[in-house]
């Protein structure tokens, strides 16, 4: 089976960085995702890793480590619209999405 | 641009009763994507299309049946609703449904009670 666990809830200040860890264990492997998911709404992609190593993008930057199934998404300089839930993806050998449950981040003044 | 649609907004279904989503993308994608989600649980693929006229089965298909008839519409029924189809369902899209790399689109969602 798929597993991709990610943790449940984070809190962090305005202005601060959080990081949000995920690690997979899936059959194949072609790419991890992260997608933002504000309440009530649809995700919406955030980045696409398949190599090793950091890509950066604005505020956020995700990071992969194959070999250790291992991702994780960087929030700098945290806005009150930040607040929402971070969902981790992996795209598996047949290119279908297996999702984590998500991370709910919670930013306050 | 409208992107995916997705009708009805929210429904409530007594059981045993059939209920048909819908969904239309006006991108031009040829996969289509039916996921449900439950709070915990994440987003859990119920049907896939990698393009009009095929579908196949995702994590949990039972209970739900998908035609693709073209490239814009992808409808999912249910039979027979039961109280356990409660949740929040996403159609969403990408380009191919063959490579790693796609992003999928996501609508805005429908969210169903069954009593």
């Known amino acids: 089976g798929q597993n991709i666990d990610q943790p449940t809830e984070m809190t962090a200040t305005e202005g601060a960085i959080v990081q949000i860890n995920c690690t997979y264990q899936t059959s194949g492997f072609n790419g991890l995702f992260w997608y933002q998911q504000h309440a009530g709404e649809a995700p919406t992609f955030l980045s696409y890793n398949v190599l090793d190593g950091l890509e950066e993008k604005g505020r956020f930057s995700s990071f992969l480590s194959r070999s250790k199934g291992y991702s994780y998404l960087l929030l700098k300089e945290l806005q009150m619209k930040d607040s929402a839930s971070y969902l981790c993806a992996v795209s598996r050998g047949d290119y279908k999405l297996s999702f984590g449950a998500g991370t709910t981040v919670t930013v306050r003044a | 641009i409208a992107g995916i649609t997705q009708a009805p907004t929210s429904q409530i279904l007594a059981a045993g009763r059939r209920m048909t989503l819908r969904c239309t993308q006006d991108?031009?994608?040829?996969?289509m994507y039916w996921y449900r989600q439950d709070l915990g649980l994440g987003l859990r693929l119920i049907h896939y299309?990698?393009?009009?006229?095929?579908?196949g089965k995702g994590e949990v298909p039972d209970g739900y049946s998908v035609s693709r008839a073209n490239t814009d519409d992808f409808p999912l029924t249910l039979a027979s609703a039961v109280p356990s189809q409660t949740s929040v369902y996403f159609c969403?899209?990408?380009?191919?449904?063959?490579?790693?790399?796609?992003?999928?689109?996501f609508g805005p969602g429908t969210r169903l009670t069954v009593l």
């Open positions: 299309s990698n393009t009009a006229g095929t579908t």
């Open positions: 991108m031009r994608h040829n996969a």
């Open positions: 969403a899209s990408s380009e191919s449904g063959t490579s790693g790399a796609d992003e999928q689109f």
